[in-house]
């Protein structure tokens, strides 16, 4: 079984701040792990992924996340945030030998002007 | 644009009725997947497709609940005696399946709300 962890339900920034969004995971086998961005009333668009090799990824929308197997994280980050970034991020586990995914709950990030 | 789509985008029905949403899957993916979102919550896995094959249904997938994926191709998923609960929003995502890849691309959703 895996579960994943979003530790913050709420994130509220001021425009142009850093923002760092959590996301810990539990699972007894190997996975790939993700970070998708969800706008109201929209589907879950695909942020970043870990799949293999190097343990920091990155979107081109300056997002990125770091792949911490001792910890077993994935946490987003953005150096500065912009008004549009504002969104729920989900992060999700998927077993590597599996199918489904498994969602956080979701983190509702705002960003004030 | 040949991304996910799904039909309708939202759907009122009564309690009691039937109700049937499609999925039409990106064309090379051979994997194709129902999850079901409430609000304030990530999506719930319901169950999965490998071309034609129905390879897991959730616990949460009552009788109630169908998918078929005939040709491999698109899917739809029926809901039968909807009830009050089964308001969400459904969604249908797929994938390549692949020796070291299996990222799942989603539709826009289709909304349901049972009166």
């Known amino acids: 079984a895996q579960s994943v962890t979003q530790l913050d339900s709420q994130v509220p920034v001021f425009e142009e701040a850093p923002v760092e969004l959590r996301c810990n995971y539990s699972s007894s086998v190997s996975v790939y792990l993700f970070w998708y961005v969800q706008y109201p009333n929209q589907g879950l668009q695909l942020l970043l992924k870990y799949l293999s090799g190097s343990t920091l990824v990155e979107s081109i929308n300056g997002f990125e996340a770091e792949f911490n197997k001792s910890q077993t994280s994935f946490h987003l980050r953005k150096p500065s945030v912009h008004i549009s970034d504002t969104a729920e991020y989900f992060c999700a586990v998927l077993n590597t030998n599996a199918g489904k995914s498994t969602f956080g709950d979701g983190t509702t990030l705002t960003v004030k002007p | 644009d040949t991304g996910v789509s799904q039909n309708p985008r939202h759907k009122i029905t009564k309690r009691g009725q039937n109700v049937t949403f499609r999925c039409d899957p990106i064309?090379?993916?051979?994997?194709l997947y129902w999850y079901r979102q409430t609000l304030g919550q990530g999506p719930e896995f319901l169950t999965y497709f490998q071309n034609e094959a129905q390879l897991e249904k959730s616990r949460l997938l009552s009788d109630r609940f169908s998918a078929e994926r005939p040709k491999g191709s698109f899917s739809t998923l029926e809901i039968q005696r909807t009830e009050q609960g089964d308001s969400a929003m459904y969604l249908c995502?797929?994938?390549?399946?692949?020796?070291?890849?299996?990222?799942?691309?989603f539709g826009p959703g289709t909304r349901l709300t049972v009166l």
């Open positions: 064309s090379e993916h051979n994997r």
């Open positions: 995502a797929s994938s390549l399946r692949s020796a070291n890849t299996d990222t799942q691309y």
